[in-house]
């Protein structure tokens, strides 16, 4: 199993990062996906998640109306486009298939994959 995280930068407050996630070894299409975020010494924190099929996404409050969700399950890929970033958007990033962060009502497989995440630093 392999969930590699790219597309993290160094940025500047107001600019937009699209982060992708490429998977394999396990059947990405049955699994909702999920990005979260974390920074040294504070709690992971959910950013948004998307079901199978891509039909439903939601995003966190903190990024609501600023984060897009995608994926293509004939590539085995997630993104997550994050538009006018904030300093308090800097953050370790990882997609995961934990299925603690995917609405109850949204089929998703049980295993809890997790990547080893791509750094966003939003800094003036």
């Known amino acids: 199993v392999s969930l590699v995280e790219s597309g993290g930068a160094v940025v500047q407050p107001g600019e937009s990062l699209r982060l992708s996630c490429i998977t394999s070894?396990?059947?990405?299409?049955?699994?909702?996906m999920s990005w979260v975020r974390q920074e040294p010494g504070k709690a992971i924190e959910w950013v948004g998640s998307?079901?199978?099929?891509?039909?439903?996404?939601e995003c966190a409050d903190s990024v609501k109306g600023r984060c897009t969700i995608s994926r293509n399950n004939a590539q085995n890929t997630l993104w997550l486009q994050l538009h006018s970033l904030t300093p308090e958007d800097t953050a370790m990033y990882y997609c995961?298939?934990?299925?603690?962060?995917?609405?109850?009502?949204?089929?998703?497989?049980?295993?809890?994959?997790r990547g080893q995440g791509t750094q966003v630093t939003v800094s003036a």
């Open positions: 995961t298939t934990d299925p603690s962060f995917v609405p109850f009502t949204w089929a998703t497989g049980t295993e809890n994959y």
């Open positions: 998307i079901n199978t099929n891509g039909v439903l996404s």
């Open positions: 070894g396990f059947a990405f299409s049955a699994y909702s």
